[in-house]
């Protein structure tokens, strides 16, 4: 059974920390690509960050860049997202994604698996 199960997601005032964590189960870990996507209440989904082991490779949306990290641990296939300097608008449902496409992740499009989130609420 393919899973993508997400955690870490909690309430944290503005400037704070969080860190999320993506465990996957039932597929070929090193051979997918992991994003991180969030979807803010009213908005459309958007693309936070992905990560290709494989491709050594990382990706970063731009309102992110330089607060969020992604990184993986292929022994425990997991990926986490390391937030900091976290603002309001950083306020969302966090899933992960898997897709054995780099360019689906980076384009967010045709990702082959979900999570079913974790909430991050940033107050002000």
């Known amino acids: 059974e393919v899973q993508l199960v997400e955690s870490g997601g909690d309430l944290v005032q503005a400037g704070g920390s969080l860190r999320l964590s993506c465990a996957a189960s039932?597929?070929?870990?090193?051979?997918?690509?992991i994003g991180w996507f969030r979807q803010a209440p009213g908005k459309e989904r958007e693309g936070v960050s992905c990560?290709?082991?494989?491709?050594?490779?990382?990706y970063y949306a731009d309102s992110v860049k330089g607060r969020f990290t992604i990184s993986s641990d292929n022994a425990k296939n997991t990926v986490a997202l390391q937030m900091n300097s976290l603002k309001p608008e950083d306020t969302a449902v966090y899933y992960c994604?898997?897709?054995?496409?780099?360019?689906?992740?980076?384009?967010?499009?045709?990702?082959?698996?979900w999570g079913k989130g974790t909430l991050v609420t940033v107050s002000s």
């Open positions: 994604a898997a897709t054995t496409l780099w360019r689906s992740c980076v384009g967010y499009y045709g990702m082959n698996y």
């Open positions: 039932g597929f070929t870990f090193d051979d997918y690509a």
């Open positions: 990560i290709s082991s494989s491709a050594g490779s990382t």
